[in-house]
């Protein structure tokens, strides 16, 4: 019997963390040292460094996925709201997220701002807050504002672990971040080049795993499977390289992205977990750490539908440079029902996609979407079409 490759080994550790909703990986981490706390955060952006500068692990809350059923949730939102929320309640209600001390709730649409203001009702006795972030992008306004936002949040754990947090300890966790935001990007690199060697299914579960785990221990795991990948040979083959976007929130079912990949689509990039290349450049480690992490924010993030866009005529520009950037045929348009952001931009992104020639096709999902057949059929005629056109 031959044995596993080391890839697979380390792809399985991911899957293992991915599918385990108990979030056991938070409790062992809390439980090899006393006093540690663990602070949950919904997707997109949150700035963890001061997270981690307060000696505390950031756990990223990504819903249920397709792994629980949603009793309890369903009866706090309505029908016609996207399933993250639901599902997010039903982890709280079901004692799955006992392990937390606290959650952040990052500005990403309305619902979310309701549900901080529900938790705050639900869990009285958690440390809860809505992360407000600037719409004005100047540092003398929206700057001023997101640093005074962040040190509320700067003293708020400090008052929960019981002492300040000090600057050294927040451009000490700069650095750790900015490390494991270098080795991330370096994933993508290496995917775009040799998408064969990487596939997105693993890629989505190694970012999953930095979810629950230390930013130190995911920076080493990333390296870990960049060596492996390359150390094991796989087939290549003549499929179609897409931009996958929309699932900035509400994450796909890891079964959604094998069934485009089965479908012929090599995926170079995408924007699951925002959060771990939110900010594209590496902040300043030496200086005033909240000021340094505002101008990254201001003038340095990543374009999003959940991030207000000062310059209209600067809309799709990000999609357009991603596509450009990691030599894209195509982009496919893949966003969670009901949700307002990403619905609501994808018609100025693809009329962008279109002025520029750049083909796209769209869906909808939920993060339990359960018959894949009809994406996996759409997602292959896509690919085919890509490559009749690039024929001619």
Not at 219 to 236: C, F, N
Not at 267 to 283: A, I, K, P, S
Request: with cysteine; proline share 6%; net charge negative.
């Amino acid at each position: 019997m031959s044995a596993i490759p080391e890839v697979q080994r380390i792809v399985q550790r991911c899957e293992a963390l991915f599918e385990d909703l108990r979030f056991n990986a938070v409790k062992e981490w809390k439980a090899a040292a006393p006093d540690r706390k663990a602070i949950g955060y919904m997707p997109v952006y949150v700035p963890r460094e001061i997270i981690h500068a307060a000696g505390m692990l950031p756990v990223g809350i990504l819903g249920g996925g397709d792994q629980i059923e949603v009793i309890q949730g369903d009866a706090y939102y309505q029908s016609y709201i996207c399933r993250i929320p639901r599902s997010t309640i039903e982890l709280g209600l079901s004692g799955r997220l006992d392990v937390l001390d606290g959650m952040l709730f990052p500005s990403i649409c309305d619902v979310i701002r309701n549900l901080s203001g529900m938790w705050q009702i639900m869990f009285p006795n958690k440390y809860v807050r809505y992360v407000d972030v600037p719409q004005n992008y100047q540092d003398e306004i929206g700057g001023r504002f997101y640093i005074q936002e962040m040190q509320r949040i700067r003293d708020d754990l400090g008052a929960l672990r019981g002492a300040p947090i000090s600057d050294a300890e927040l451009n000490a966790s700069i650095a750790v971040y900015n490390e494991n935001r270098r080795a991330i990007s370096d994933l993508y690199v290496y995917r775009a080049a040799k998408p064969w060697q990487a596939p997105t299914s693993e890629v989505y579960l190694l970012l999953r795993a930095g979810m629950v785990l230390p930013a130190e221990a995911h920076t080493a795991l990333v390296r870990e499977y960049l060596a492996a990948a390359e150390a094991h040979e796989r087939p290549k083959r003549d499929n179609a390289r897409v931009v996958l976007t929309g699932g900035f929130c509400e994450q796909p079912p890891l079964a959604l992205i094998k069934s485009i990949e089965i479908a012929g689509c090599y995926v170079v990039d995408d924007d699951f977990m925002l959060v771990t290349r939110w900010l594209q450049d590496e902040v300043p480690a030496n200086g005033n750490p909240l000021e340094e992490l505002s101008k990254a924010f201001l003038h340095h993030s990543a374009s999003t539908a959940a991030k207000y866009d000062v310059k209209r005529e600067d809309k799709g520009m990000f999609l357009l440079k991603q596509v450009t950037s990691r030599g894209a045929e195509g982009v496919v348009f893949a966003a969670p029902s009901f949700c307002d952001p990403a619905l609501l931009e994808r018609p100025m992104l693809q009329d962008v996609l279109a002025k520029h020639g750049v083909p796209h096709t769209a869906f909808k999902y939920a993060e339990n979407t359960g018959q894949m057949a009809p994406i996996r059929e759409q997602a292959g005629t896509f690919a085919d079409s890509i490559k009749l056109w690039n024929a001619a």
